[in-house]
């Protein structure tokens, strides 16, 4: 029913700024056999149409732009973000996991494997939860051992919204927008503490998209749920580095403390 074309092996670089790095990904072979197999079987199953080129390539996974076609066949865009098997730096990783009650069956440090399936099965965990409380975020689709399918974050031409840190505010409106996202990441912290019971612990302006004064949180494989021995050692990080960001587009931020007390009560 739906048109399977894939495109693996000429792989379109149809948006990423940093050309070079995704043309070195390609020809690192990321897509190793059993990622492409999965990639197959969701196209067999409409979940996907075709994969395109790079998004972004990072240390521990990939985000590739994707086509599926809705039912009326008018075109979609996903992203599938796959998780890098062979990784270096799971020491990284370690604290986030020790002390998570949901990583406790089947974690097997020595296992990599088994461990990036953990790790892309917590993000799209954290997501489903994040999604369902109304936070603006991808949309969780498709799971399928360290690959990832997810709404796509962008325009209608395919172009993905830029991170906080890229966003073009035009100057005469900086000092009311600045002021207004923070207010709303400052929200946002409190819902996803009291609503979802999660603390980002990487959250900064590299993880988050921005798009017509919204703000959208992205990459929670790391999010850890409240009662996490270190959650709030991780608040303190995310209201630090997100307040330390917000200081510096000129914005007259609440002290940490204050921010900490207005998240967690
Ligand atoms: P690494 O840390 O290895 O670089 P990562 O874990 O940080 O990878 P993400 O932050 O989830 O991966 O995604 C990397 C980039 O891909 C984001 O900065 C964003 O530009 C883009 N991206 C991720 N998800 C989406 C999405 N759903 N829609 C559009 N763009 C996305
Ligand atoms: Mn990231």
Known sequence: ???SKIRLDDVKDTQTR??????????????DQRTRMILYQMINRGVVSEVHGAISTGKEANVYGAVAFADDFSKVYRAVKVYKTAILSFKDRE?????EHRFKAGADKGNNRKMVKLWAEKEFRNLRRIHSAGIACPEPL????HVLVMGFLGDRRGWA?????????????AEQTWSALYIQLLG????LYQVCKLVHADLSEYNI????????????????EHDHPRSLEFLRMDIKNTGD???????DTLADRIVFDFIIT
């Open 209 to 224: 998209l921005y798009h017509n004064k919204q703000l959208y949180i992205i990459d929670v494989s790391q999010s850890v």
């Open 95 to 99: 604290r986030y996991i020790t002390g």
């Open 245 to 251: 960001f917000f200081r510096k587009q000129g914005v």
């Open 161 to 173: 919204y830029p991170r906080l840190r890229d966003a073009n505010i035009p100057a005469d409106e």
């Open 142 to 145: 498709q799971l399928k051992l």
């Open 1 to 3: 029913k739906h048109a």
């Open 188 to 191: 946002i912290m409190r819902r």
């Open 18 to 31: 940093d050309k070079d790095k995704s043309d070195r990904a390609t020809s690192e072979q990321v897509l």
